[in-house]
Nanobody, 128 residues
Framework: QVHLVESGGGLVQAGDSRRLSCAAS????????MGWFRQAPGKEREFVAG????????NYAGSVKGRFTISRDSAKNTVFLQMNSLTPEDTAVYYC?????????????????????WGQGTQVTVSS
């Protein structure tokens, strides 16, 4: 199992950029596929970005594709979410999640129900 802690959120202006970090502690970080999800007030938690355990394959929600980039640094046990061209619609609590993958899956899982471990979230607020 892993313990996840997000950081990097805050108040930004529309059009600005922000990088979120997810620090992982525990065993076998490199065996987990990772994902970023977000939840706005009154809405369901939604998939934002995912990355396979090797880091070679990524996937993004249509609303953020071309603006956000997910990456991982296995040496630092950290996953990042680079967010560019932020809009007020990006305002949400952002969560880091981990899913065990012992078979090097090439499919990015987008359902939050399939992720075993979650961080506590970091608030991102984008003003107009």
């Amino acid at each position: 199992q892993v313990h996840l802690v997000e950081s990097g959120g805050g108040l930004v202006q529309a059009g600005d950029s922000r990088r979120l970090s997810c620090a992982a502690s525990g065993r076998a970080f490199s065996t987990y596929a990772m994902g970023w999800f977000r939840q706005a007030p009154g809405k369901e938690r939604e998939f934002v970005a995912g990355i396979v355990r090797s880091g070679g394959i990524t996937n993004y929600a249509g609303s953020v594709k071309g603006r956000f980039t997910i990456s991982r640094d296995s040496a630092k046990n950290t996953v990042f979410l680079q967010m560019n061209s932020l809009t007020p619609e990006d305002t949400a609590v952002y969560y880091c999640a981990a899913r065990s993958d012992r078979f090097f899956s090439t499919v990015i899982v987008t359902s939050p129900d399939e992720y075993e471990y979650w961080g506590q979230g970091t608030q991102v607020t984008v003003s107009s």
